[in-house]
């Protein structure tokens, strides 16, 4: 099957999420008009400070994060094109929703460890939760293919050769993972969230 991987009508998604990655990294980095204590995931303030949840995604610790994220959303977008996506928002919406389910599986996460008297303390931040997330959505339609994402049409088709760059990307992904520094379970959170929109 022929791939094109020119400009399509769908890339405003990608380039709306770009830019506002960028922004956000000039407001808080470059010019330090915005402080951004006040936005990154700390589960112990989330009851108090919802918008955590969402706004946590959108900064990063350093230029090389960010970089490093960016070059993430080109993946994804172009393992989008050789899966032959359809829909025009999918991309937005897989977003939103996984913000949300990556929160609620650190929040159970969090509740088993409390269980056995230990309490995390930590912060987490950046846009590679939603990352991972697409690469475990993605690894597995690679695989059997996925018409339909909360009933709305995707229509993604199967491929052996994406599936077989996606195991490669997935395996040094996750030995990335335990590098100092790096949120393993930020990562794990999102593949295992990527994996279960897969199969809703």
């Known amino acids: 099957m022929a791939f094109n991987n020119s400009i399509s009508k769908n890339d405003w998604q990608y380039i709306l999420s770009v830019s506002l990655l960028i922004i956000v990294f000039i407001l808080t980095d470059l010019i330090g008009v915005v402080d951004k204590e006040y936005f990154y ?24 994060h960010l970089l490093s994220n960016l070059g993430g959303i080109i993946i994804t977008r172009y393992f989008l094109m050789r899966l032959g996506i359809e829909s025009r928002f999918f991309y937005l919406r897989f977003i939103l ?17 409390s269980y056995f008297n230990v309490y995390p303390n930590y912060a ?6 939603i990352i991972y997330a697409l690469f475990g959505f993605l690894l597995l339609t690679s695989f059997y293919g996925k018409s339909h994402f909360l009933s709305k049409k995707i229509g993604l088709k199967s491929n052996y050769e994406v599936q077989k760059m996606l195991k490669t990307i997935c395996l040094i992904s996750l030995i990335f993972s335990f590098l100092p520094g790096v949120s393993l379970l930020g990562h794990l959170s999102g593949f295992i969230a990527g994996c279960f929109l897969f199969l809703i």
């Open 124 to 129: 987490a931040l950046g846009f590679s939760g």
């Open 97 to 113: 929703i996984c913000s949300f389910l990556n929160f609620f599986i650190i929040w159970v996460y969090e509740k088993i460890l």
């Open 41 to 64: 995931f700390v589960p112990r303030l989330i009851s108090e400070q919802p918008h955590r949840i969402f706004t946590s995604i959108l900064i990063h610790a350093d230029l090389n």
